[in-house]
Nanobody, 128 residues
Framework: QVQVVESGGGLMQAGGSLRLSCAAS????????MGWFRQAPGKERESVAA????????YYTTSVKGRFTISRDNAKNTVYLQMNSLKPEDTAVYYC?????????????????????WGQGTQVTVSS
């Protein structure tokens, strides 16, 4: 069993910052990739960012490049998503996911099927 727990969501004004955290516990792969997804009301879940175990592979969706930063602390089994210059269109439930990093490449990181374990999500609301 693997538990994935997100935290750090909340309400923020446009232009502000939030940092999301995601902790994984239990049995995981020896090395694993972690990703962030989000789902806004009435929309499909979309990929936001992903990071390999050693952080040698990091990916972002175009709309967050330059504003969001993904990082991880393997000693704490935790991944972070620093979100700056927030926009109302960033409003969504943000999900963290854990997957096999051997499959994490530029052509696959967006696919939810890459990830085996998911958190329950944390709400981020950005007001204009």
């Amino acid at each position: 069993q693997v538990q994935v727990v997100e935290s750090g969501g909340g309400l923020m004004q446009a232009g502000g910052s939030l940092r999301l955290s995601c902790a994984a516990s239990g049995r995981t792969f020896a090395t694993y990739a972690m990703g962030w997804f989000r789902q806004a009301p009435g929309k499909e879940r979309e990929s936001v960012a992903a990071i390999s175990w050693s952080a040698d592979r990091i990916y972002y969706t175009t709309s967050v490049k330059g504003r969001f930063t993904i990082s991880r602390d393997n000693a704490k089994n935790t991944v972070y998503l620093q979100m700056n210059s927030l926009k109302p269109e960033d409003t969504a439930v943000y999900y963290c996911a854990v997957g096999d990093e051997s499959r994490l490449v530029a052509t696959t990181w967006r696919s939810p099927r890459l990830y085996d374990y998911w958190g329950q999500g944390t709400q981020v609301t950005v007001s204009s």
